[in-house]
């Protein structure tokens, strides 16, 4: 356990202090070091976040699961109202707080874990059944989900309903069960993106990508080219060119191929392996925690980290068509910055009394039973 809490602690640091090098370099030619200090800001109070989600006890999240999902759920709904939901390229994501941006969409991605993984420790011997298993924690994930996909945000809708389905499966869910409403929520999203034309177009122009380098598919080519022009080693860093009015969003959604074309290829990879490992990690201490509880929650907390760097690389390198998410850790962002450092340290506190909670055990075992209370005192 306590190689893969090193591990983990590495990993996240590691990305952390790439992150903030990039943001500077992708942002200092348009605002200078304004990005930086906010993003630095927002790092300050999820590293408190992260702090104080290791000390506490994670089992304490039982007792707030419900009220943090019926949060999630209210600023959801309030982001969708004009006036109160900032409206940008289209999509209410942000509530606007004075200065300060929050997107609820990514507290509800915590909150929805949290619930599934209350849900499936409470109900747990309900779970391999059709009622149990699905209709509870299904309406849980159609509400949030829902939301989220009428702000619009297909990005961040696919990414959790991934996830929600591999917590379920984790849980004991049957496949027979999961399946046909993942079929109906994938011909959903097909028919909605055929009456989306600027969605179709993406995903049409992916599939013709060169044909549409001038187009829809702009961002995705630019991506493509910064990428090639750094090669093995790099142009150097600040040394890149796509950042200067080129490759949109190079900032957020699109600072990995600043990495690449700045850093070269040996980084990226390097990127793809700090990812693999820390959700390799993560997933160890998910199975090693003392409860069923702690298995879900590390496991929902693992993957969601996981799948959100694969969709944004997947998006940048072109092998997945144009999605908004930001890339864990790096991306310009302080809400994902924030809800993604709280989420280490959940992991955290599970490695932490998972430890505890074995060597406690092996003492026992090791004392004997003549150590154990009698059961005639």
């Known amino acids: 356990m306590k190689l893969a809490t090193t591990l983990l602690v590495f990993c996240v640091t590691a990305l952390l202090a790439l992150g903030m090098v990039m943001l500077y370099s992708s942002s200092m030619a348009q605002v200078g070091p304004r990005y930086l200090m906010t993003q630095l ?7 408190v976040a992260c702090g104080v989600g290791a000390c506490l006890d994670y089992r304490w999240l039982k007792k707030v699961a419900w009220p943090l999902l019926g949060l999630a759920i209210i600023l959801l709904i309030l982001v ?44 747990q011997k309900w779970m391999p059944t059709f009622r149990g298993g699905l209709l509870g924690p299904g309406a849980m994930i159609v509400v949030v989900l829902g939301l989220i996909f009428v702000e619009p945000d297909r990005g961040a809708t696919i ?6 389905t591999i917590l379920l499966l984790v849980a004991g869910v049957r496949w027979r069960f999961v399946a046909p409403p993942f079929c109906l929520a994938v011909a959903g999203l097909v028919i909605s993106l055929w009456r989306d034309p600027m969605r179709f177009g993406r995903v049409f122009g992916w599939w013709h990508l060169e044909q549409n380098q001038n187009g829809v598919n702009y961002q995705a080519w ?21 950042k200067f009015d080129f490759l949109p ?36 201490i998910a199975w090693n925690s003392p409860d069923v509880f702690g298995l879900l929650l590390g496991s929902g907390i693992s993957f969601l980290i996981g799948m959100q760097a694969f969709i944004n690389i997947g998006v940048v390198t072109s092998a997945l068509p144009n999605k908004g998410l930001p890339l864990p850790f790096i991306s310009y962002g302080g809400s994902n910055l924030l809800i ?32 154990s209370p009698s059961l005639t005192a």
């Open 41 to 47: 800001a927002c790092c300050a109070m999820g590293l």
């Open 80 to 123: 969708l109202i004009p006036g109160i939901g900032k409206k940008v390229h289209g999509a209410r994501r942000w509530i606007v707080f004075g200065g300060l941006r929050f997107q609820p969409s990514e507290l509800a991605k915590l909150a929805l874990i949290i619930a599934l993984a209350y849900y499936g420790e409470r109900f």
């Open 159 to 164: 990414l959790m309903a991934a996830v929600s």
């Open 222 to 242: 630019q991506g493509m080219l910064a990428l090639g022009a750094g090669g093995w080693n790099g142009l150097g860093l600040g040394q890149g060119r796509q």
């Open 249 to 284: 969003e190079h900032d957020t959604d699109f600072i990995f191929a600043v990495i690449g074309e700045e850093l070269g290829v040996i980084a990226t990879v390097l990127i793809v392996v700090a990812f693999v490992t820390l959700v390799i990690c993560g997933v160890y």
């Open 340 to 371: 993604m450092l709280a989420c280490v340290g959940v992991l955290l506190s599970i490695a932490r009394h998972g430890r505890v909670g074995r060597v406690a055990l092996e003492n026992e075992e090791l004392a004997g039973p003549e150590a």
